[in-house]
């Protein structure tokens, strides 16, 4: 792995694992007022596009980082929805 | 544009346009006591070191979409931090 592919997977790592002090925050204070709906569920769709075009281009980069961002988006919007 | 260009241009059009809500709603409430501020500080890393990362493969829809991106989850981390 060449430091290009290594700024790739931190780039990866981060943008993803970004979302889980969202969720604790969210999770713990049960208050939703400031998230965006509409950002949640449009964030949500997009992910899974990218999901899925991760699965055609059969490209394994691409399905993990997004199938790890959607369960957390998925949580966060899920958790906007109910505590709305 | 075959199909699959098109499904991950749908992808980055998503993910990228889904944060101008937050951005409105924040601007407008100035309210941000449920945005967790680790999650914006390291998703905003993150998407400058996809930026960097699209500079040095030259490849323009990396570069594109996540300068859009940079610029409206920093004006979402500039917000949470003004109206802490």
Not at 1 to 10: A, H, K, Q, R, V
Not at 41 to 49: D, K, P, R, T, Y
Not at 51 to 57: E, H, N
Request: charged content about 10%; some cysteine; overall charge positive.
């Amino acid at each position: 792995m060449n430091y290009i592919d290594l700024l790739g997977f931190l780039a990866g790592c981060l943008t993803t694992s970004a979302f889980v002090p969202q969720v604790i925050r969210t999770w713990k204070t049960k208050s939703t007022h400031d998230l965006s709906l509409g950002m949640w569920i449009a964030f949500c769709i997009g992910v899974l596009c990218w999901l899925v075009y991760g699965f055609i281009l059969e490209a394994s980069p691409i399905i993990f980082t997004n199938f790890v961002t959607l369960f957390l988006a998925g949580t966060i919007l899920f958790l906007k929805i109910r505590y709305k």
